[in-house]
């Protein structure tokens, strides 16, 4: 039998560079978390999504706009995980819950499912202004969670105890013996619980 080629037949439904483009953020976040911003290249992230290189600029304009959406992306799946525990938690206790997630060995040994400042705040205090900017405002989302009675309070308290838990994530995982990790989180863990 003989085929015709026939572009009509070729053509994808229009949902598919939609999820195409969504399934390499998704990959890219997972990946950036784990290795770092300069770990993986376009080739790996692409390799990973099933695509191939050729590909990445019927997407993406540019490495950076990948970045920004993957690290975008590493918050959105942080951000639906916390909403998620805190659902039934009372609106003054949901920050409590948030410092023992963030808190938590679980949250410490995966950092490619992780928050993505734990994981790359260096790497991304270095990335371009737009890049900044765009994490900045979706870490201060986290803002309505925290202790205080006033706004100002409130945005006060976030910097400090979401400082210290992403300090306190970084240098767990620098350690080696799962312990010392333990010994770390736990401890900042009951400072912010007992001190706010």
């Known amino acids: 039998m003989d085929y015709i080629y026939n572009p009509i037949s070729m053509r994808y439904e229009p949902q598919h560079k939609t999820r195409t483009r969504n399934r390499i953020v998704r ?7 784990a290795e770092g911003l300069s770990g993986p290249g376009v080739a790996s992230v692409m390799k990973a999504s ?6 990445f600029y019927k997407h993406f304009r540019s490495k950076d706009e990948l970045l920004a959406d993957a690290i975008a992306q590493g918050f959105a799946d942080s951000s639906e995980k916390i909403h998620s525990a805190l659902q039934q938690v009372p609106r003054e206790d949901k920050w409590k819950e948030l410092v023992r997630l963030y808190l938590s060995t679980q949250h410490c040994d995966h950092p490619d499912t992780g928050c993505p400042v734990a994981a790359l705040a260096p790497e991304i205090a270095r990335a371009k202004f737009s890049v900044r900017k765009r994490i900045a405002d979706l870490m201060k989302a986290w803002v309505e969670f925290m202790p205080g009675v006033t706004a100002t309070e409130r945005e006060r308290n976030f910097f400090v ?16 013996e799962p312990a010392e990790r333990q010994k770390v989180l736990a401890g900042m863990r009951d400072h912010l619980l007992h001190n706010f």
């Open 27 to 33: 990959n890219a976040a997972r990946k950036f978390r």
């Open 50 to 55: 099933g695509l191939t290189v050729g590909g």
């Open 161 to 176: 105890i979401f400082s210290a838990m992403a300090g306190a994530v970084s240098i767990a995982r620098i350690l080696t």
